[in-house]
């Protein structure tokens, strides 16, 4: 009955289990670094953090409110403009009134301060940009020069420089004499 053949084992070549361990490393250290990429480098990308956590995602995105609505001067005058808090309660009244952060806005209404929002982007002090010309006689999208507002929780920090403005001008055919070259 005995007759099987008897191999010793150390001769059956396996795979050790080092290998499998690098294999098993290899892919963890590969998930963290996705993890990495997806959660916590845009979050480093972006810009300041506000006194209220508006999003502009949620708002302009998901909910798709018109930008004008908010930044209602951005065809006519020089600035956009901030929305005066009047314009949250227009909705905040009756949604969420409850929220934590929207009790916090209306303490900032009561105050009559307004809410100390930080500013984001920025032109060197000697530019004077306007709105106005480039929305309503040229016909741009926010996007052009804002980029994807509306997939951005927290808008990004962006300080506008000259070849930015030239480069467009340029493209575009728009003038590129004496306002940008002479600093005002
Ligand atoms: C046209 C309506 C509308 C206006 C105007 C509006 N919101 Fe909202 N807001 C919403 C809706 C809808 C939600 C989602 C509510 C929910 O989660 O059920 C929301 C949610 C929020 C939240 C909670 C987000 C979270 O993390 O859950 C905050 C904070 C907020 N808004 C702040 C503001 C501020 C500040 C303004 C003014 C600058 C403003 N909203 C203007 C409609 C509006
Ligand atoms: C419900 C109101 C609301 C809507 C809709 C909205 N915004 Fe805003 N926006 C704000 C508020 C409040 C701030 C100031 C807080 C901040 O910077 O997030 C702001 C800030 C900004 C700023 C930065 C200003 C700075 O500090 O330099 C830009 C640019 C901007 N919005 C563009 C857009 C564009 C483009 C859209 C449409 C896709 C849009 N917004 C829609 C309320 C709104
Ligand atoms: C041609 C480029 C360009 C386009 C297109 C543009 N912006 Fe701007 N935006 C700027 C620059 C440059 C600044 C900074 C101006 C400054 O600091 O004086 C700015 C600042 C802002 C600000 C903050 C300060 C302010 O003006 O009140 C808001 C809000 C804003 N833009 C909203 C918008 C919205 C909404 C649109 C689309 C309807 C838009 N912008 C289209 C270039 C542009
Ligand atoms: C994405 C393209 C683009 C960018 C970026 C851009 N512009 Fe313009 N700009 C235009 C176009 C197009 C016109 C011409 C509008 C018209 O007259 O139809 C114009 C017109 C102007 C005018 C003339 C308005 C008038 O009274 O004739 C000024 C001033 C100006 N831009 C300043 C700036 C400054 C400052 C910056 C940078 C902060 C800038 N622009 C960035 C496209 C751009």
């Known amino acids: 009955?005995?007759?099987?053949?008897h191999i010793p084992p150390e001769l059956i070549p396996r795979e050790t289990p080092t290998r499998w361990h690098l294999w098993f490393l290899?892919?963890?250290?590969?998930?963290a670094a996705m993890m990495y990429l997806f959660y916590v480098y845009p979050d480093s990308n972006?810009?300041?953090e506000q006194p209220i956590p508006f999003s502009h995602r949620l708002h302009a995105g998901v909910k798709a409110i018109d930008c004008r609505f908010c930044h209602s001067y951005v065809a006519s005058g020089p600035r956009a403009g901030i929305p005066v808090m009047e314009k949250c309660f227009y909705c905040h009244e009756?949604?969420?009134?409850?929220?934590?952060?929207?009790?916090?806005?209306?303490?900032?209404?009561?105050s009559g301060n307004g809410v100390p929002w930080v500013r984001v982007y920025n032109v060197p002090d000697h530019v004077q940009f306007h709105h106005q010309p480039h929305i309503s006689w040229a016909g741009l999208e926010c996007t052009r020069c804002h980029g994807e507002v509306e997939r951005m929780d927290r808008l990004k920090s962006v300080s506008f420089r000259?070849?930015?403005?030239i480069g467009c001008h340029r493209e575009m055919n728009a003038q590129v004499d004496c306002w940008l070259a002479c600093h005002h």
């Open 46 to 48: 972006i810009g300041p």
């Open 94 to 110: 009756y949604i969420i009134p409850l929220h934590p952060e929207i009790e916090k806005e209306r303490q900032f209404y009561e």
């Open 1 to 5: 009955m005995n007759d099987k053949v």
């Open 26 to 31: 290899g892919a963890f250290l590969l998930l």
């Open 162 to 165: 000259m070849e930015f403005c």
